[in-house]
Every structure is written in structure tokens, then in C-alpha cells.
């Protein structure tokens, strides 16, 4: 299974659970686990972490070739994660609002069966067009979507952990 990043899980695993400064265990376990093919983040989630300009940044920036999703996204996946995962007549600025989430969805879509989507969004099915969440997204298409936690489970990362 190929574990493919929204850009919340790095954010907020930075910032509330595993800075990089002191939890490095768990950013060197990702590196491996990139290297591996295990875990990636597509090229639009790279793009959105490393414009900022903080260690988070740099770490990505430092491991982009393990780390980076080396391909395109096909962009008629993308349209139709738009238009029937939230909506067919979306404003320009609901849009913008999507930011990178269909894309990401449209990776995990286009090989269903041996990839998954993992985020730190909850589900809110109740939640409509440019408001709705990847997990909501992502079982309207049969995608597997995992949260931070579960990847560390299902990929059994411990703090006593050492490459191989």
C-alpha cells in the first residue's frame, strides 16, 4: 500500500506531536518509509508545504527525493473528484477553496486498490459542495483514507525505531 500525505499530517505532526527538533525518530522513519514507497506526497502537497519558510520546509525540501511523488496527477481524475465529489457547478472561489484536496484524491484514485490517502480532516458528512472533507471525498469513490495515527499503526512506527 502506497500511504500518500496531505500536507495537514506533516503540519500538524510538526506542531503538536512530533517537531522535528525532537521527535526526529519519527522524520527519519517517514524518510525510510518514502524511500521504501511506502508513503509519499504528491507534487501539489510539496508545493503547499515547502512555500513556507520554517524547519518543516527545509525537512521536505532536504528529502524530496524520497519523499516526492514522482508523477503527474491525472487531471481527469482531478475533475471528476471536482465535479462528483463536491460539486459539478462550483463557484471559482469554492474552487480555491478545494485547494489541494481533489488532487490528492485523484492520486489515491488512480490505482484504488494500492493506494491510500492519509489526513488529520474528520468526517463531516453533513458538510456539502466546497465544505465537504477528504474522508467524506474519498469514500463517495472507494478510496482508502487513514488518519495520522492509523499510517503510524498500520506502518508500526516506534520511537525506538532504527533503519535497517
Known amino acids: 500500500m502506497l500511504y500518500l500525505l496531505d500536507a495537514n499530517v506533516l503540519i500538524d505532526a510538526n506542531r503538536d506531536y512530533y517537531p522535528i ?9 517517514l524518510v525510510y518509509m518514502g524511500e521504501r514507497g511506502q508513503v509519499k506526497v504528491p507534487q501539489e502537497v510539496y508545493e503547499k508545504v515547502t512555500d513556507a519558510n520554517d524547519d518543516l520546509a527545509t525537512w521536505l525540501k532536504d528529502n524530496r527525493g524520497a519523499m516526492l511523488l514522482a508523477e503527474d496527477v491525472d487531471l481527469a ?9 463536491y460539486a ?3 463557484t471559482d472561489h469554492e474552487t480555491e ?13 488512480a490505482d ?28 463517495d469513490f472507494g478510496v482508502c483514507c487513514r488518519n495520522t495515527f492509523q499510517l503510524i499503526n498500520e506502518l508500526d512506527f516506534r520511537t525506538d525505531w532504527n533503519a535497517p
Not at 77 to 85: K, M, P, S, T
Open 21 to 29: 527538533r525532537r521527535v526526529p525518530e519519527f522524520w527519519n522513519w
Open 97 to 109: 477553496q478545494l485547494n489541494e484536496d481533489p488532487f490528492l484524491i485523484a492520486y489515491a484514485l
Open 77 to 85: 481524475l482531478v475533475n471528476r473528484v471536482i465535479e462528483r465529489g
Open 88 to 90: 459539478p457547478d462550483l
Open 112 to 139: 484504488i486498490k494500492q493506494r491510500c490517502v492519509v489526513t488529520t480532516e474528520r468526517s463531516r458528512p453533513k458538510r456539502q459542495r466546497a465544505n465537504r472533507h477528504i474522508p467524506d471525498v474519498s469514500n
